[in-house]
C-alpha cells in the first residue's frame, strides 16, 4: 500500500475545491447515510461477530447513533459553515470582519474496536461536513465491521476523498509518517501519546480520544436504586468495553451494602439468572483481554458475577468489594465487565481516591444535595460528567464530547465536530477610500503623545 501516492492524489482533490462547497458536503453526506442504511444488516452482524453485540444494541448504539450525527449536520450545516461576523475595531474603520470555517484539508481518523462502526464513522461525518478529505483506520481487533466499513465506503466514495487503510498498529505507524493537516484518533492513552508525538513532527493538529478509569460516586443522600439501575446499565453495556462506562463506584459507608443489593438487582432484571444465555450482554474482544480481565478478580471479593468461560471470552457482570487502592484493577482502566465498589465515610475520602488517579473521561456523581455537586465539580477535574445519571452526556449531537489530560484533548459531535474539523479563519476586508496616515513611518508623535493616542484609539 503506498500511502504517499494516496495522500497526493487527496491532497490534488483537494485543492481542486471539490469538496468545499455546501452543496457537495450535504451530498455526501446524504450518501453515507444511504450506504449505511443499505449495509445495516451486513454492519449489524458484523457488530455481532466481533463483539457480541444484539442487532438491537448494534443499532442503538453504533449505526443510529451515527445516522442521528448525519441527520443533525444535514440539518445544521449551511448555519455552521457561515461566516460570522464580528465588530472591526474602530481603528481599523472602514472595514468588515468575520471567520470563515476552512477545512483543513487531508484529514487522518484512527478508530479502536470497542465500538468499532460508531467511533470511526462519527468523526467521519464531521470531517466531511467541514469539507476534508479523509483517510480512515479502522481498528484491526474488530475485523468483521471493518471489512464492511470498507466495502460501504470505497462504494460511497472515491479513494482520492475517502480512503480506508485496513491494518494494525504497523499500518497505523507508517501512515503517521505521512504529513496530515488533522489527526483524529480514538485509542488508548499510551498510542495518544505516539500519535501526538508523531503529529508534532509536522506541526499537524489532533484531537485525541483516550482512555481512562472514570469514577462513580454514590452519596447516602443518592436515589440508590436509581443510582444502581443506571450504573449497572452504563457499566455493563458492551461488556464494560465502553471509554465512558464507571471504571468503578465509591459508595457512602452507610448505603453501600444497600447499594450493592439494589446492583445485584438491576443486574438480574436486566441479564436474568444466566447472562451467558441473554442476548443483550456482550462478550470480550479477544483471549488477551480476557486474561487480564481474569487477572483482576482476585483483587476483591467477588460480591457478585465471576463466572467466566474462555470459549467464547464470556464473564458475568461482576462486582468485586473489598477492594485495595493500590491493586491493579484500581490502577489500571478496567474497561471490561468488573466493577469495584469502595466505601468512603467522608466525601473527601472519595475524592481523594480521584486525585490519585489520572483526569478521566467522565465523573459521576450521584446525590440530591446541590452543595455536594457544585463541590465535587469543583474539586474534581474531567473531561465530560453527569449528575444522577452516566454515559447520557455522550449521547446525541448537541453536547461536545472529549477529555482532558489524560483522556484527551478537544471534543467532537456535532457543531465542535464541525469545529474540530474546521479552521476558524479571521478576516479583515478594509475599504480603500480612506487612509489615514498615522502608521505609516517616519513616527511624528512623541513617545508620550502616542502613548495616549493609542490608549484612546484602543479605548482603553
Ligand atoms: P488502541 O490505542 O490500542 O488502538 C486504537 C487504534 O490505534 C487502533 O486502530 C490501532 O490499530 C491503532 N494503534 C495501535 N497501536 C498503534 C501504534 N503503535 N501506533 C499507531 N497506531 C496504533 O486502543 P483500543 O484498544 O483499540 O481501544 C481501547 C482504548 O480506547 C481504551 O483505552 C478506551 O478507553 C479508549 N477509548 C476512548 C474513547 C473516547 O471516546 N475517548 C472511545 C473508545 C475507546
Not at 51 to 74: C, D, F, N, W
Request: aromatic share 8%; net charge neutral; charged share 20%.
Amino acid at each position: 500500500m503506498d500511502f504517499t501516492t494516496i495522500l497526493q492524489r487527496q491532497r490534488i482533490f483537494f485543492q481542486s475545491g471539490a469538496t468545499r462547497s455546501v452543496e457537495f458536503r450535504l451530498a455526501q453526506l446524504k450518501r453515507l447515510a444511504a450506504a449505511l442504511e443499505q449495509h445495516e444488516a451486513a454492519l449489524l452482524m458484523a457488530l455481532q461477530s466481533d463483539l457480541g453485540k444484539s442487532p438491537a444494541q448494534g443499532y442503538a448504539t453504533e449505526v443510529g447513533l451515527v445516522q442521528m450525527e448525519i441527520r443533525h449536520a444535514l440539518r445544521h450545516l449551511r448555519r455552521w459553515s457561515a461566516p460570522q461576523h464580528l465588530s472591526t475595531p474602530w481603528f481599523t474603520a472602514p472595514s468588515r470582519s468575520w471567520t470563515q470555517p476552512e477545512p483543513f484539508g487531508v484529514t487522518l481518523i484512527i478508530g479502536p474496536w470497542n465500538y468499532p462502526l460508531q467511533l470511526l464513522l462519527t468523526p467521519l461525518v464531521s470531517a466531511i461536513a467541514a469539507g476534508n478529505c479523509v483517510v480512515l483506520k479502522p481498528s484491526e481487533l474488530a475485523p468483521h465491521t471493518a471489512g464492511v466499513v470498507e466495502k460501504l465506503l470505497r462504494e460511497c466514495f472515491v479513494e482520492e476523498y475517502v480512503f480506508v487503510a485496513m491494518g494494525g498498529a504497523d499500518v497505523s505507524e507508517s501512515i503517521l509518517q505521512e504529513r496530515f493537516d488533522k489527526i483524529f484518533f480514538t485509542g488508548s492513552t499510551r498510542v495518544g501519546r505516539l500519535v501526538i508525538a508523531a503529529a508534532a513532527k509536522q506541526l499537524t493538529p489532533v484531537t485525541l480520544e483516550l482512555g481512562g478509569k472514570c469514577p462513580a460516586i454514590v452519596c447516602a443522600d443518592a436515589s440508590l436504586e436509581l443510582a444502581a439501575r443506571r450504573i449497572a446499565w452504563g457499566k455493563f453495556m458492551n461488556a464494560g468495553q465502553t471509554c465512558v462506562a464507571p471504571d468503578f463506584v465509591v459508595v457512602a459507608d452507610e448505603v453501600l451494602d444497600a447499594f450493592v443489593a439494589a446492583m445485584k438487582q438491576a443486574l438480574r432484571e436486566f441479564y436474568g439468572d444466566d447472562p451467558a444465555q441473554s442476548p443483550d450482554y456482550g462478550r470480550i474482544i479477544n483471549r488477551a483481554h480476557f486474561d487480564r480481565l481474569i487477572s483482576y478478580l482476585s483483587d476483591g471479593k467477588v460480591a457478585h458475577g465471576s463466572q467466566h468461560n474462555v470459549k467464547d471470552y464470556f464473564i458475568a457482570p461482576t462486582i468485586l468489594t473489598d477492594v485495595d487502592a493500590a491493586s491493579a484493577v484500581m490502577q489500571e482502566e478496567i474497561f471490561g465487565p468488573i466493577l469495584p465498589v469502595l466505601r468512603f465515610h467522608q466525601l473527601d475520602e472519595a475524592l481523594d481516591i480521584l486525585r490519585t488517579l489520572p483526569t478521566p473521561l467522565a465523573l459521576y456523581l450521584f446525590t440530591r444535595n446541590q452543595e455536594t455537586e457544585r463541590h465535587v465539580l469543583e474539586v474534581a477535574r474531567s473531561g465530560g460528567a453527569c449528575v444522577n445519571d452516566v454515559v447520557s452526556h455522550t449521547i446525541g449531537s448537541g453536547l461536545p464530547f472529549g477529555g482532558l489530560g489524560e483522556s484527551g484533548m478537544g471534543s467532537y459531535h456535532g457543531r465542535a465536530g464541525f469545529g474540530a474539523f474546521s479552521h476558524h479563519r479571521t478576516v479583515l476586508r478594509r475599504a480603500t477610500w480612506l487612509d489615514l496616515p498615522f502608521r505609516y513611518p517616519p513616527q511624528k508623535l512623541p513617545l508620550n503623545r502616542l502613548k495616549h493616542a493609542v490608549r484612546y484609539l484602543l479605548g482603553d
